[in-house]
């Protein structure tokens, strides 16, 4: 078998190898991978908003129960002077009792915003179990995916690691300038570095060459290399 033949079969294995390794790269399970990823980063970060929002409403709960709490004290204390006895002047006792009243209304007023700030966490403690809930299955889905493009790699890296060991037994008959002309045209074209020529068409770039030019190029000595006129790729005739 010629060194050009021998190339031939180099070409092949190194298509092989470039469709392995373009297969590992795009693995569907990889793009899905992606896209859950990026829709786990989105859940995260609405969970941090709606978790800040929660502990706004968290803080002015407490700012309220505080406030709550002292003004109870304040009308347990009036109504202790109210009643011990120890007031007597009927102005003195209609300004406590007229204090109390204004008491409970301020506690009125503050029980009612506290409800009103219950009723606003509702929707986001829900809002934030959802959130969680899903960021959970995300992250099962995740690790499912891993698994699964960890195999798949395991399995084409076995599948290219014999396709490298073919090609290295194969170069061992090619010539070095040879070899190196033909990685730099394959580097520059796509991939491809040698073709067949089938009748007038060159197998690479699929284009017909020139009855002049495939004359010529069949003539030509068998150890002298020809190159495709369209494409520049070496041909195999």
């Given at each position: 078998m010629s060194a050009l033949e021998t190339l031939l079969g180099v070409q092949a294995l190194d298509t092989t190898a470039d469709q392995?390794?373009?297969?590992?790269?795009?693995?569907?399970?990889?793009?899905?991978?992606?896209a859950c990823q990026k829709r786990l980063r989105e859940v995260e970060v609405q969970a941090a908003t709606v978790q800040g929002q929660r502990d706004d409403l968290a803080r002015n709960e407490k700012r309220l129960e505080d406030e709550i709490s002292m003004v109870?004290?304040?009308a347990a204390q009036t109504d202790k002077k109210l009643y011990s006895g120890t007031v007597n002047v009927p102005r003195e006792l209609t300004a406590l009792q007229e204090e109390m009243e204004a008491l409970a209304r301020r506690q009125r007023q503050l029980e009612d915003q506290e409800l009103e700030l219950m009723e606003a966490a509702e929707p986001l403690d829900a809002e934030l179990v959802s959130l969680s809930n899903e960021r959970?299955?995300?992250d099962e889905q995740a690790m499912g995916l891993m698994a699964r493009i960890a195999e798949d790699e395991v399995a084409i890296d076995a599948e290219l690691a014999d396709v490298v060991g073919?090609?290295?037994a194969a170069v061992a008959d090619i010539p070095d300038e040879l070899l190196h002309e033909y990685d730099s045209l394959r580097k520059a074209l796509g991939g491809v570095g040698v073709a067949r020529l089938t009748g007038n068409r060159c197998e690479g770039c699929h284009l017909t060459?020139?009855?002049?030019d495939v004359?010529?190029?069949?003539?030509?000595p068998e150890d002298e290399l020809a190159h495709c006129t369209e494409c520049n790729r070496l041909l195999v005739r």
């Open positions: 392995l390794r373009h297969r590992r790269d795009h693995l569907p399970d990889r793009a899905e991978l992606v109870r004290d304040k959970g299955a995300l073919q090609r290295s060459l020139s009855a002049v004359d010529r190029i069949r003539r030509a």
